[in-house]
């Protein structure tokens, strides 16, 4: 379990295709700090489990699955990423519950600088539609946010400049890839309903 809130933008350093899936290497700085082996990590957005570190960086194995609901397939070299380590029990919950489970790839429709903040503008995937609400929260590439405008086919959140320095979203670009994890709670709702 995450919060959505950034710790830090990691570089992939490495990738390698391996039978079965891709293993990525990643140097970081502040998710280093007390890590072990079997860890989680959430790299924007995806729960990964750490399979080895040292003082720069750290591996996790990408299954073939991951790599189908993610755009892995496609980071390469250079590439940042968004870094969070797993909740603990006694700590403080600043944005909202994200799983770590990434439901699909959307895209960037729009970006617009607004005074010293930013909106970003996402594409709604069809089969997500009824989880992205008015003012309720998404993660996006792991990070928790409102949605300020739901349009039609589109949402909008807003972005404070902090959010924007310490996240991979100051390089996204109208027609990027970013993770979309809608609000669990919603999931949980629709599923009581059902019932």
């Known amino acids: 379990m995450f919060t959505g809130i950034v710790a830090e933008s990691g570089e992939v350093r490495e990738v390698v295709d391996d039978e079965g899936g891709r293993r990525l290497t990643i140097a970081a ?5 007390g890590l072990d082996h079997g860890a989680s990590v959430s790299v924007s ?21 991951t790599l189908e609901k993610t755009y892995f397939d496609v980071v390469e070299v250079g590439d940042s990423v968004n870094l969070e380590r797993a909740l603990r029990a006694d700590a403080r919950l600043d944005g909202h519950f994200v799983q770590g489970h990434v439901d699909t790839v959307t895209e960037v429709v729009d970006v617009r600088e607004v005074g010293e903040d930013w909106e970003y503008e996402f594409a709604v995937p069809e089969a997500y539609d009824a989880y992205v609400a008015d003012k309720g929260s998404v993660a996006l590439d792991g990070i928790s946010l409102t949605v300020a405008e739901r349009g039609e086919e589109t949402f909008t959140v807003a972005v404070i400049p902090t959010t924007r320095e310490l996240t991979n979203l100051s390089g996204k670009e109208p027609g990027d890839p970013v993770h979309l994890e809608v609000d669990v709670l919603a999931k949980y709702v629709e599923r009581m309903l059902d019932d």
């Open 45 to 65: 957005g995806a729960c990964l489990t750490v399979e080895a570190f040292d003082d720069e960086t750290f591996e996790v194995f990408l299954a073939s699955e």
């Open 29 to 33: 700085d502040e998710v280093l700090d």
